[in-house]
């Protein structure tokens, strides 16, 4: 048995665990790493939002969120046609129930939530209220042709114990009669069917000790500190939306979000084989940022904000000057309102998920929570640039256009997160 506290290597066995799924690797895995008791849970301590997880995860010195390290979404399909009958419902809510018993709410334990798709809504016949934002996913450029997630419903389980994540996965869709002591009386895949499984895991260490994935170029490029495969830190707090601004204000799902969930796959051989660490900054934050010098290494020292509102105005100078711009000052022209806030609440992790093949390549699972889905798209948009490439010529499509080079999204999704009063098998008009 592995000593207890090399906790790294209890990381990247359990991570693995986590990615092959099933009942022998969470035996393996509970087995060799159980070191203490996981806390269970009071359903009455929940929080009324399914996307309340700020509070109740790690935070760095910065107050910058510490994501759980793994993290598993379950795409699923009712098994009936039509919309989702009383027993349906029950099931869904039992079977989520048991997880509120078993996991405490936090890191140590397990944060969940469960969100619908438009496609899912569409079974009924009363719509939705006009105002919510949740269109049917698209391209939001010339340069994608994603796979668009319809599924009726994502499940996210998030833990920093990678056997969590498995025994609760377990609960949902296996034939475990326990999970952490509790009695599952219910199953999710009762009434629905898993299409999609898809895994990741986010936090320092990890994409280091995973990077000998198709997407890596050889030599083990990826910093050991870094907690994502492209060398940089990201979701520094002020550059983030806070929950209760992403929050539903009003009709009946106050209190819920909308959530965009993309995977995209990295292909990092010339990023890491053709940019120095300063072209790197200048493509990941922007040409100002390397040239004053803010970022030291992934970014850790920026501290609680990337700093990069000082470089938004005078964008278009920077391109011209430098020859190309920066991801981060890219999006952030989308991602404030009228105010100045901050739209996006991102969360997102990395992968070696090669959807649909056993292949491991570097991939990025992107959640973000937003109020509606067109500031997603707008962010997006601005992202893509265009507007800078008609000014400069050497910022193209795909080059010198932030990271633009080095992400390929391959499946976007679109779904409501509803507050967790109304998480199991919604109408589109609860109450
Ligand atoms: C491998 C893929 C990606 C990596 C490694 C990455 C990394 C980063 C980094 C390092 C920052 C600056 C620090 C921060 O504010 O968090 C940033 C900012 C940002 N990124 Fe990404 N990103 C990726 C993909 C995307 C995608 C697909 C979107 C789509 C909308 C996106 C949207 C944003 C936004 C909105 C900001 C904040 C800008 C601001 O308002 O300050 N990123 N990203």
Redesign the pocket.
């Given at each position: 048995m592995q000593p207890l506290d090399d906790g790294l290597s209890r990381r990247r066995f359990c991570k693995a665990a986590v990615a092959v799924g099933g009942a022998s690797a969470l035996s393996a895995c509970l087995g060799r790493f159980r070191d203490e008791p996981v806390p269970t849970g009071d359903p009455d301590a929940k929080p009324a939002r399914q996307h309340a997880w700020r509070e109740h995860i790690r935070h760095d010195d910065h107050g910058n969120s510490l994501l759980p390290e793994h993290q598993l979404l379950l795409y699923v399909d009712l098994d009936a046609d039509g919309p989702p009958g009383d027993d349906a419902r029950a099931t869904v809510d039992e079977a989520l129930s048991t997880l509120d018993r078993a996991y405490e709410w936090s890191n140590d334990g397990l944060v969940f939530s469960v969100a619908y798709s438009r496609s899912y809504f569409d079974r009924f016949d009363r719509p939705l209220p006009e105002d919510l934002d949740l269109p049917e996913p698209r391209a939001l450029s010339g340069f994608e042709t994603p796979t668009f997630d319809t599924q009726d419903a994502v499940v996210h389980l998030a833990s920093d114990n990678a056997d969590v994540v498995l025994e609760a996965e377990a609960g949902l869709t296996g034939d475990r009669e326990t999970i952490n002591g509790e009695d599952v009386t219910a199953r999710l895949t009762d009434a629905v069917t898993v299409d999609s499984r898809r895994t990741g895991f986010v936090g320092a260490g990890l994409p280091a000790k995973h990077q000998d994935a198709e997407g890596i170029p050889d030599g083990n490029p990826v910093p050991e500190e870094s907690p994502?495969?492209?060398g940089?830190?990201?979701?520094?707090v002020g550059?983030?939306a806070t929950e209760d601004s992403v929050t539903l204000d009003s009709g009946p799902f106050a209190g819920g979000t909308t959530k965009a969930v993309?995977n995209?796959r990295?292909r990092l051989g010339d990023w890491y084989g053709e940019q120095d660490h300063r072209e790197q900054v200048m493509e990941?934050?922007s040409p100002g940022h390397a040239e004053d010098g803010l970022v030291e290494g992934i970014?850790a020292n920026l501290g609680d904000d990337?700093k990069?509102?000082q470089y938004v105005d005078d964008i278009v100078d920077q391109a011209r000057e430098f020859g190309r711009v920066g991801?981060?000052q890219k999006?952030?022209r989308?991602?404030?309102d009228e105010d100045g806030n901050?739209r996006?609440l991102?969360r997102?992790f990395e992968s070696t998920d090669d959807i649909g093949s056993d292949q491991q390549v570097a991939s990025?699972h992107?959640p973000?929570l937003q109020r509606g889905i067109s500031e997603?798209e707008a962010?997006?948009e601005a992202?893509n640039g265009t507007d800078i490439t008609a000014e400069t010529p050497a910022v193209r499509q795909r080059v010198n256009n932030g990271?633009l080079e080095?992400?390929f999204?391959r499946r976007r999704g679109y779904f409501l997160v509803p507050p967790r009063r109304h998480r199991s098998l919604p109408t589109p008009r609860p109450e």
């Open positions: 994502l495969f492209m940089f830190k990201a979701g520094f550059n983030q993309a995209l990295q990941m934050f970014g990337s990069v509102d991801h981060a999006a952030a989308g991602n404030r901050v996006l991102r997102h990025l992107f973000t997603f962010v997006r992202m990271i080095y992400i999204v």
